[in-house]
């Protein structure tokens, strides 16, 4: 029968020395009263307690623990590593302990992995963060060496003859950044946990008082922008008093000339160029060859008017569009077709495509007999091959079983097609 340990000396030394002795209760920060040497089970506000009465406490506690261990340890212990796991276990608690690997190293023997083990159980929150406390990294050394102190004397290892070399596989046991010198203070109504070395925070760039490069790059883009997509209401708006100074006509005294030449070399006096053109007619001068190539038949030649001074008005442009045809051009005029005018499109009428079922009703039963073949055939070969030895996976029950599936299915696709071309035939 194994044997049942119990804490002794060592232990309580080692827990009171790590938990703190606290008099009076506090308030923790979940809202649990601690007394004693962290006590908490029956801690009330306001109660008071000697240090005696404390470790009477303490030992009220380690009797979960003590069982615990007992009961989940079915490896041989000694006094000391029984004492440094109830400190431990005290520590991280024993539903930590029950799924940890200290347990599982220590239930397959290895009690120096184990030992190894209690060291990764070094961090706690701490600021809305998991950082490796330095009380913490010394508690498990401490618990490490008890459990590691044999009762019956050291082991020799002379360093001439078994010289330390680095063990590069427990690399992963030293803590990236130093552990947080992480104190809890007693001496008030509620326990505060203090760190000596609060890291301070990172250093704020000095404002720029000119503005950023991106900022003025931004900008330049943004004006560039507005530049070249300007809103037409406003581009209407500016445009409009230019309009308005063309069409003021100049006041020429009569019997002068102008600087203008009519196209047959005549001089036009201050009336002609007074004279608005209409809006549609375009001047008198012959097109380029290219470019009366390129637009076809889009001009029309319209007549000359009778008198060269006196530019052709709305109502003799009416008549040359109406009367003027396309194949006879006169005296080198030319007039704009009107391109707005709207354009009749006739949309083809595309007839819907008329499907039929392929297949006739021949075609149709012989499917569904094939379908009720292959059903039949594949029942009846699955249910003889049920006493057969099944080997393998392709065996003649699962080939029955797919035939009938394949059946079904050829089966319900024949009755498909036969209710689709009936449907069909009562259109």
């Known amino acids: 029968m194994k044997p049942r340990h119990r804490v002794s000396r060592a232990a309580i030394n080692l827990i009171t020395r790590f938990e703190g002795y606290r008099r009076k209760a506090a308030q923790l920060p979940d809202g649990r009263w601690m007394i004693g040497y962290g006590h908490t089970l ?14 009477a406490l303490l030992l009220y506690d380690l009797i979960q623990v003590s069982h615990g261990l007992n009961e989940w340890i079915y490896a041989p212990l ?10 431990f276990t005290f520590n991280i608690g024993l539903d930590n302990f029950r799924r940890s690997t200290v347990l599982k ?20 929150e701490f600021g809305g963060e998991r950082i490796v406390i330095d009380a913490l990294v010394r508690r498990r050394a401490s618990e490490k060496a008890l459990f590691l ?16 070399l680095l063990d590069v596989d427990a690399d992963g046991l030293v803590p990236r950044e130093p552990p947080a010198p992480v104190t809890a203070d007693l001496a008030g109504e509620e326990v505060r946990v203090l760190r000596a070395d609060e890291p301070a925070p990172p250093p704020v760039p000095p404002e720029d008082e000119g503005a950023s490069p991106v900022l003025a790059a931004a900008e330049a883009v943004a004006s560039r922008l ?16 230019a309009e308005a100074d063309e069409q003021e006509p ?18 036009l006096n201050a009336a002609s160029e007074i004279a608005e053109p209409a809006p549609e007619t375009i001047p008198d001068e012959p097109f380029a060859p290219e470019i009366e190539a390129a637009l076809g038949g889009h001009l029309l030649d319209a007549p000359a008017p009778e008198e060269p001074a006196e530019a052709p008005s709305a109502a003799n442009d009416a008549e040359v569009h109406a009367d003027t045809p396309a194949e006879e051009p006169q005296n080198g005029h030319r007039v704009l077709i009107d391109d707005t005018a709207p354009f ?13 079922t392929r297949g006739g ?24 091959a049920r006493g057969a030895p099944q080997t393998g996976m392709v065996n003649p029950l699962i080939v029955g079983w797919l035939a009938g599936i394949a059946g079904v299915g050829l089966f319900s696709v024949a009755v498909f097609l036969l209710l689709q071309r009936l449907a069909r035939a009562d259109r």
């Not at 009749?344 to 039929?356: D, G, S």
């Open 78 to 87: 000694n006094q000391n590593q029984f004492d440094a796991l109830a400190s």
């Open 42 to 55: 029956t801690a009330r506000e306001g109660a008071e307690v000697g240090v005696e009465d404390a470790e």
């Open 250 to 267: 100049q006041n020429i005294p009569a019997g002068e000339e102008s600087d203008l030449v009519a196209p047959e070399g005549e001089t």
């Open 105 to 124: 190293r220590l239930n397959e023997g290895a009690a120096i992995q184990a030992a190894c083990a209690m060291e990764l159980w070094r961090k706690a």
């Open 226 to 241: 507005q530049t070249i997509f300007a809103e037409p209401a406003a581009e209407g708006a500016a445009e409009v008093p």
């Open 149 to 164: 102190t044999p009762p019956d004397g050291w082991p020799t290892a002379p360093s001439p003859v078994l010289q330390p």
């Open 344 to 356: 009749e499109f006739t949309a083809p009428i595309v007839q819907p495509l008329k499907t039929e």
């Open 361 to 384: 009703p021949v075609s149709l039963a012989a499917l569904a007999v094939i379908g009720l073949a292959f059903f039949g055939g594949g029942v009846f070969w699955a249910l003889n």
